[in-house]
């Protein structure tokens, strides 16, 4: 009693016991409620979480491979047809002074076979290409099994295969000593390289030495392409002087590409999907309020008369606002609280398959489960008010 009049108290408690009787009472419709905010939800912690994990491991692979590579090919001069490297090329690049090391692949005119029985015009798809000892070091590549071509083995009938071409000539181990036949030769498979990422056509590639395509395939031709590896700090500039460098006749006919702007590029286009996704999963959440809110709708008209009871015996509108407005925070924390834990998971599992680290970040945790309290509210409002409006002998009535 103050002031003469009687207070109506509802403590925290009351407001957390009345908001779930809608859920108590019929919990499929509360649940089938709480869906639609946990699909939105899940679905843009997902994305999130799958957009970290993948620039996680783009910068792991661009640490590993190093933006400092570069590669020098041969393009198509205006009116000239189509254009060469000089055989003076690599030695030129080599003397630029930011330059660390070079290396060259060079085409061969050959076909490699695992039987001298195939047909003459089939190649398997699998290109021959002559290549120095330092290839390896230059690429930061990796040997799956056996060793590269060093300074003895590259003047002999040897041949390392890169992935692919192993898998398609069904080489995956070195027992038993494996030959291919290269040309009209039989050569001994002294290695398999891992897949190198930035040169898939090295991976369809058979490499053998500069000296052992001279000598046994009668190749004399120049380099078709050059790697080059620069200090970090000094790639553009290198980059700039490559084509004078390595054809100061026609610098218009070299072309110079750094493999991991492919990289680079292919995450921009990923950022582009995952706004595109982001916005499908704000859809999904918006559509998730609007069922929120309908139920809410239809509580209210199906709870007049105990709206009209609880007035009735001291309620105030106040208190009938909490009710529903908490019932509705109940069903979208529910649901929020969920979909952060399907998000979570989709994210763990779908990074653990393609072998990534798993990230998901703070702010779409938390995020997640604020953005839907407050889609909870601004649902549950319209119904609360208009609960809140009704008159105790109208509810009563009803």
Not at 167 to 184: C, D, H, K, V
Request: hydrophobic share 50%; charged share 20%; aromatic share 4%.
């Amino acid at each position: 009693m103050r002031n003469g009049d009687l207070r109506s108290e509802l403590h925290p408690s009351d407001v957390i016991r009345t908001a779930t009787v809608g859920a108590r009472t019929r919990p499929l419709r509360a649940a089938l409620s709480a869906l639609g905010i946990m699909i939105g939800i899940g679905a843009m912690v997902a994305v999130l979480g799958l957009s970290e994990s993948s620039k996680s491991e783009l910068l792991d692979q661009l640490e590993r491979l190093g933006t400092n590579l570069l590669t020098v090919e041969a393009g198509a001069g205006i009116g000239r047809g189509d254009a060469v490297l000089p055989d003076e090329s690599v030695d030129m690049i080599a003397r630029i002074g930011p330059v660390e090391a070079t290396a060259y692949v060079s085409s061969v005119d050959a076909n490699a076979y695992r039987t001298d029985l195939i047909p003459e015009g089939q190649t398997g798809g699998i290109a021959v290409r002559a290549t120095g000892p330092n290839l390896l070091e230059t690429l930061g590549g990796t040997m799956a099994e056996g060793v590269f071509l060093d300074e003895a083995t590259a003047s002999y009938p040897a041949v390392v295969l890169g992935s692919v071409t192993a898998e398609r000539l069904g080489i995956r181990s070195l027992e038993g000593g494996p030959q291919i036949w290269l040309g009209e030769e039989w050569f001994s498979v002294v290695g398999i390289l891992d897949s190198l990422t930035l040169h898939a056509d090295l991976d369809r590639s058979a490499l053998i030495g500069e000296v052992a395509a001279e000598s046994f395939l009668d190749h004399d031709e120049a380099p078709t392409t050059v790697f080059v590896r620069a200090q970090p700090d000094d790639v553009l500039d290198v980059a700039n002087v490559l084509p004078a460098t390595a054809n100061a006749e026609f610098p218009d006919q070299v072309q110079v590409t750094r493999p991991t702007d492919t990289l680079e590029a292919a995450e921009a286009a990923d950022d582009t999907l995952t706004a595109l996704l982001l916005g499908l999963g704000a859809v999904a959440l918006l559509v998730g309020g609007v069922g929120i809110a309908n139920v809410m709708v239809i509580s209210v008209l199906e709870r007049r008369s105990e709206i009209g009871l609880r007035r009735a015996l001291g309620a105030t509108k106040r208190h009938i606002t909490y009710q529903f407005l908490g019932e509705s925070l109940l069903l979208a924390g529910v649901g929020g609280v969920a979909g952060v834990l399907l998000g979570a998971l989709v994210t763990a599992g779908w990074a653990a398959y393609e072998g990534w680290a798993t990230l998901v970040p703070l702010v779409a945790l938390i995020g997640g489960v604020v953005a839907a309290l407050l889609i909870g509210a601004v649902a549950g409002l319209y119904p609360a008010l208009r609960a809140a409006k009704l008159s105790p002998t109208e509810a009563l009535r009803a």
